[in-house]
């Protein structure tokens, strides 16, 4: 932690995550006002005393609307991401650990589905399930499977000939003993950074999604969602574009600040 | 490198090709409704639905449905849109074309802007300069291109101040002026998340030639500042530059989908929206494949670029 405390990125990054992850735990109990709830004398308005951060087209308070919005959307991106890291870490820790042929099989499978872009997947993917928050959940998850095979085995393919995995094997223990062991606890290190990063990813994808009519529908408050509906009246009250915007932009930005200052902290010699 | 280096990779772009026609197949044959149901709709008769799904080949065993669509791919036939009822080809063909006029062209501004950006943040490392980068990078990185791009119409093509149209396109052959107001907006939207991101990389890896011990050298030689630059360290990282450039090749074109979606340029992107809405199968497969087949070209033909351009860089 004082490691990542020592750069401005890093600080930068522990601040943002910090005010998200109050709103994520605390949100819903400090928002002024109930995030459904309809002022129809207040509607479309900017920033004032009485709406902080203004309201939607309904009149319904904006500030409030982020702030229930806020748990979702964190839960979303760390959900979507621990999906796709358990499932890429498995698969990564077979391929590196089984080698030859087993590893040039799922090598040629996952290079295949690396060569369509990270977002058409996922929209082919939610378009099959459906849409939704949980089909737009797995469906990111799914997308970052590969990506995250792909560097689980190579932390395990580089940790696999280190003297303690031969010593590991030299005392005869069982191969489940040194992948769990030995091998996982000294190749998490570029999985944990990585798929920190990826959260803000998966953030953003989900907005894209939720943006798209295929992720979160309405009246919910998903930042994405929020915005695809404030922009039929974006060119009488930009806030409700700005804001949601803001607020996705600062929960991505921590997430990656964070990730890169972890990485700094893992290993010093790629700090510039 | 050599010629056999070439058609060993050539060959593995087929490969993956092949993995990517069976997923693509994959995923498209578990859609819920089948292309029969969705022509028809919900109210349709069976006998109709048994008919249209004779008609359309629907019923065969899937594997079989495969190894024709394949051998239709390899002919050049994508077969016929479900709802435009017009060749596939013919569709996915023009909008590839408008597309890559869209991409192109947020890829030289981009690569333009960036590289020098990069190289400047480097050079001036630790100034205010280096540091306004650095939050624009990171700024840029966090807004997903659907907020970037709203906020773009909003500033620039709100009806009280037009100063580019709010979505549309024309064609670059007849007019290019008028091209270029259209394309305006989608191309900053897709280059502000770009270039934020390869100015980055730029930068971390020109710090990285400024402290390796060749620079050292030159400047102990006693060379001018502007000879270690221009000679020693911008050639030195134009390789990993490009290689960057490739990898976000991939970003690129998930974000026209998004982007053409927004702005109604008549790309590949808004096709597969509007392709996935109707589930119209043949459009969704063929969009898949070109986007996949584009990408991993851009890939090969970085790797070559990055040959030329590092000749430490051996591919045997």
Redesign the interface.
């Known amino acids: 932690m004082g490691r990542i405390l020592s750069t401005s990125?890093g600080v930068a990054g522990v601040i943002l995550l910090t005010i998200v992850l109050t709103a994520a735990l605390f949100g819903p109990w400090i928002a002024p006002y109930d995030p459904q709830l309809f002022h129809s004398q207040a509607r479309l308005q900017g920033p004032s005393a009485t709406h902080w951060l203004g309201t939607d087209q309904f009149g319904r308070d904006l500030l409030s609307r982020i702030l229930n919005g806020a748990p979702s959307t964190v839960l979303f991106g760390m959900g979507a991401t621990s999906l796709g890291v358990c499932a890429g870490t498995v698969i990564g820790v077979i391929a590196g650990v089984a080698g030859g042929r087993t590893d040039g099989v799922i090598m040629?499978?996952l290079?295949?589905?690396l060569?369509?872009?990270?977002?058409?997947f996922t929209?082919?993917?939610v378009?099959?399930l459906?849409g939704g928050t949980l089909q737009a959940l797995l469906a990111v998850g799914v997308a970052f499977t590969p990506g995250m095979a792909r560097i689980a085995r190579s932390a395990v393919l580089s940790v696999r000939t280190r003297e303690y995995v031969l010593a590991a094997r030299a005392r005869g223990e069982s191969r489940s003993w040194i992948v769990l062991r030995e091998v996982l606890p000294n190749a998490i290190g570029p999985i944990i950074v990585e798929a920190t990063i990826r959260v803000?990813f998966a953030i953003?994808?989900g907005?894209?999604l939720g943006?798209?009519g295929l992720g979160a529908q309405p009246p919910s408050t998903e930042w994405?969602l929020m915005?695809?509906e404030a922009?039929q009246f974006?060119?009488r009250n930009?806030w409700g574009?700005?804001i949601?915007?803001i607020a996705?932009?600062?929960t991505?930005?921590g997430f990656?600040?964070f990730g890169d200052a972890l990485r700094d902290a893992f290993d010093p010699k790629r700090s510039? | 490198m050599n010629l056999s280096y070439l058609i060993r990779r050539l060959v593995a772009v087929l490969?993956?090709?092949?993995?990517?026609t069976?997923?693509?197949f994959a995923?498209?044959n578990?859609?819920?409704g089948n292309a029969a149901l969705m022509i028809l709709g919900e109210n349709a008769t069976a006998q109709n639905l048994a008919a249209l799904e004779r008609q359309l080949g629907l019923d065969r065993p899937l594997l079989v449905q495969y190894f024709d669509w394949v051998s239709g791919v390899v002919r050049g036939d994508l077969g016929m849109s479900l709802r435009l009822g017009l060749p596939v080809a013919e569709v996915v063909g023009s909008a590839f074309i408008n597309s890559m006029w869209l991409a192109g062209l947020a890829l030289a501004a981009v690569t333009v802007i960036s590289i020098p950006l990069g190289a400047l943040a480097a050079i001036k490392r630790g100034t205010v300069y280096d540091t306004g980068i650095?939050v624009f990078s990171?700024?840029g990185?966090?807004?997903?291109?659907?907020?970037t791009a709203?906020?773009l119409?909003?500033l620039f093509a709100?009806?009280?101040n037009p100063i580019f149209p709010a979505g549309g396109f024309a064609d670059p052959m007849e007019d290019f002026g008028l091209f270029l107001t259209h394309a305006a907006l989608p191309v900053a939207t897709l280059g502000l998340v770009l270039m934020a991101h390869i100015s980055r990389q730029v930068r971390?890896e020109m710090?990285?030639v400024l402290?390796s011990d060749y620079v050292r050298a030159a400047r102990i030689k006693g060379l001018s500042e502007r000879r270690v630059i221009w000679r020693h360290t911008l050639p030195n990282s134009m390789a990993p530059a490009v290689a960057v450039i490739s990898l976000d090749i991939?970003?690129l074109?998930?974000?026209i989908?998004?982007v053409e979606?927004i702005f109604a340029w008549p790309g590949l992107g808004r096709l597969?929206?509007y392709a996935?809405q109707n589930r119209d199968l043949p459009v969704?497969q063929a969009i898949?494949l070109v986007?996949?087949v584009v990408?991993?070209l851009s890939n090969l033909i970085s790797d070559l670029v990055i040959a030329k351009l590092d000749p430490r860089v051996r591919y045997g």
């Open positions: 990125n040629r499978i290079d295949g589905m060569a369509m872009p990270e977002l058409l929209l082919l993917i378009t099959f459906g803000s953003m994808i907005a894209t943006f798209l994405g915005v695809s922009r974006m060119f930009p574009v700005i949601p915007g996705i932009a600062m991505a930005m990656n600040l510039l | 490969v993956v090709m092949a993995i990517v069976v997923a693509v995923i498209t578990v859609l819920p650095g990171y700024v990185t966090a807004l997903p291109e659907f907020v709203t906020l119409l909003v709100s009806p009280a971390s710090s990285e402290s991939g970003y074109l998930g974000g989908i998004v979606e597969l929206i996935l969704i898949t986007l996949a990408y991993a």
